[in-house]
C-alpha cells in the first residue's frame, strides 16, 4: 500500500518562503502525475501545481511565478517550493500521487500539512 507523508508546513510572515516535501512509502517512479492541493477553511479544494512522470509542470494562476514543484524520483520525494507567500496562501496542503494498473488510474493521498501566512 502506497503512502504519501507530507511535512515541511508551518506559520511564516508574509513574502517569507517555505518547501512542503511529500515522502513516498515506495518509488514514486511508477507514478504518473503528481501534484498538490489545498484547502483554506470555508473555501473549495484548489488545485495549486501538478508534474508528469516526465517532470512537466503545471500552475494554477495563482500561484504561478511564485510556486515551483519538482520531484526526485531516487529520494521518492516530490516538492513544492513557495516563495513570496501571501496571506491567501494560507491552506492545508495535501500531495498526491496517481499509479495506473491494468488501465485503471488509483490515486493516493497525503494527511495534509498546515500553511499559515501571517500579515
Known amino acids: 500500500q502506497v503512502q504519501l507523508v507530507e511535512s515541511g508546513g508551518g506559520l511564516v510572515q508574509s513574502g517569507e518562503s517555505l518547501v512542503l516535501s511529500c515522502a513516498a512509502s515506495?518509488?514514486?517512479?511508477?507514478?504518473?502525475?503528481m501534484g498538490w492541493y489545498r484547502q483554506a477553511p470555508g473555501k473549495q479544494r484548489e488545485l495549486v501545481a501538478t508534474i508528469t512522470g516526465g517532470g512537466i509542470p503545471n500552475y494554477a494562476d495563482s500561484v504561478k511565478g511564485r510556486f515551483a514543484i519538482s520531484r526526485d524520483n531516487a529520494k521518492n520525494t516530490m516538492y513544492l517550493q513557495m516563495s513570496s507567500l501571501k496571506p491567501e496562501d494560507t491552506a492545508v496542503y495535501y500531495c498526491?500521487?496517481?499509479?495506473?494498473?491494468?488501465?485503471?488510474?488509483?490515486?493516493?493521498w497525503g494527511q495534509g500539512t498546515q500553511v499559515t501566512v501571517s500579515s
Open positions: 498526491y500521487a496517481d499509479q495506473t494498473r491494468y488501465s485503471l488510474v488509483n490515486r493516493y
Open positions: 515506495g518509488s514514486i517512479f511508477s507514478f504518473d502525475a
